[in-house]
């Protein structure tokens, strides 16, 4: 039987979504790329993929303009992916524990690769500095229960932890943290062990820490959101991988935020995912099925509500205060994968299903139980845009009732 595949009214009904979504140019989205895809067996590989180019005109978008400026003209742009990196890193993560290099557990081991990890402090709760009752594991930087982070310099990641290790979600840097103890067990940039061994194996191209001065050209620009909603264009908070004089030695290989690449080329790793951990295209393997499952394994079941609880902005030109991580899943329990959200949600999708985002407004989704992923973003802040999150849930919802 032939792999199920979106119907052409559905196609045409996200077709529109997106670009809709981008008509006004000073008060919609500047840009917008979606890419869904399916695991080659129940649905086809390559579902949809759209996207609308920017432009620095004031005029109102025509519709009939967008829709000759498809993907054709706007597939080789390279988005800021932010903190969809940290996938990325919990995949090379998983890989070392796989060959027995890395152990989720072991603290010892951790604070032999990561030293200063061990000397830093907690923030009690009358804001004296405490020692930490408990020593720090892989698996606790990978579900964020450890603790200018857009400097590119590894000096500003020694910050104090506001919760003593393994006692409360707290989302935050525990991934660039990953990354260091990644490159002090293979004696490898960060960057250089994820092109080689995830990124060559799958055929990804065009996604790097440190992007070349032709990745640099294809930037599709980020923009700024008044608190009147207009758009501006503006530098990237991560700049310093962007900055031509800098040498690659004096960058730091942020595992948490620091991939700048291409869309479509990015969703080729939710595939694998769909697929047990092996490259449909390629035929090569970077994990095993039975890590992927426990990736995909809900690692808090103890905190069913972690994310229900309201998140202050800290920097308000990046992020917006929001009252929960994702309200969209009602009261149902959330999870936390190793590395990622899981959770239902009124979309369609299965109660398994992982997803996170970056701080650009990019956002992915993995449903394993449907054989179906997606990817969904814009260059935009602060987070979450409103506008781009919409997006997301439409598409997402018209993905699925696509395929019923």
């Not at 910050?159 to 490159?183: H, K, R, T």
């Not at 808090?300 to 009252?323: G, N, T």
């Not at 781009?388 to 997402?396: F, G, Q, R």
Request: glycine share 8%.
């Amino acid at each position: 039987m032939a792999p199920i595949d979106l119907r052409p009214e559905v196609i045409a009904e996200l077709r529109k979504l997106i670009e809709t979504s981008c008509k006004e140019r000073q008060s919609d989205l500047p840009c917008a790329e979606v890419v869904i895809v399916g695991d080659g067996s129940r649905h086809a590989l390559n579902l949809f993929e759209f996207s609308v180019s920017p432009t620095t005109e004031n005029e109102p978008r025509d519709l009939e303009e967008i829709e000759e400026k498809t993907i054709q003209d706007s597939d080789d742009y390279v988005y800021w992916l932010a903190s969809c990196t940290k996938l990325v890193t919990a995949i090379a993560c998983m890989q070392l524990v796989e060959r027995g290099q890395l152990d989720l557990d072991d603290a010892d081991q951790l604070a032999s690769l990561c030293p200063e990890l061990s000397k830093i402090k907690v923030i009690g709760k009358n804001g004296d500095f405490e020692s930490q009752m408990r020593p720090i594991t892989l698996r606790m930087l990978l579900t964020h229960r450890a603790y200018n982070e857009f400097s590119g310099n590894a000096e500003d990641f020694h910050q104090s932890l506001v919760n003593q290790p393994g006692e409360q979600f707290e989302y935050g840097i525990g991934l660039d943290w990953v990354g260091m103890a990644i490159e002090g067990v293979t004696r490898q940039r960060l960057n250089e062990y994820i092109q080689k061994s995830i990124f060559e194996p799958l055929g990804v191209k065009d996604v790097s820490m440190l992007p070349s001065k032709a990745l640099r050209e294809r930037l599709v620009g980020i923009w700024q959101r008044s608190s009147e909603g207009h758009l501006t264009p503006r530098d990237y908070p991560l700049n310093k991988p962007l900055d031509g004089d800098t040498t690659p030695e004096d960058i730091f290989n942020s595992g948490g935020a620091g991939l700048f690449g291409n869309v479509k080329e990015f969703s080729k790793i939710l595939t694998v995912l769909l697929n047990d951990g092996k490259s449909p295209v390629t035929d090569r393997r970077i994990l095993k099925p039975e890590t992927v499952r426990k990736m995909f394994t809900n690692q808090i079941p103890e905190q069913p509500d972690f994310a229900r609880r309201e998140l202050p902005a800290v920097k308000p030109d990046l992020v917006y205060p929001v009252s929960e991580l994702y309200p969209l899943c009602g009261s149902q329990p959330q999870g936390w994968g190793l590395s990622f959200m899981i959770s239902p949600s009124i979309t369609g999708r299965c109660d398994t299903t992982a997803q996170w985002s970056g701080l650009s407004n990019v956002f992915w989704w993995c449903d394993r139980e449907k054989g179906i992923a997606g990817i969904v973003g814009s260059q935009i802040l602060p987070f979450v845009d409103q506008k781009t999150a919409e997006l997301w849930m439409n598409v997402e919802q018209g993905v699925y009732r696509g395929l019923s």
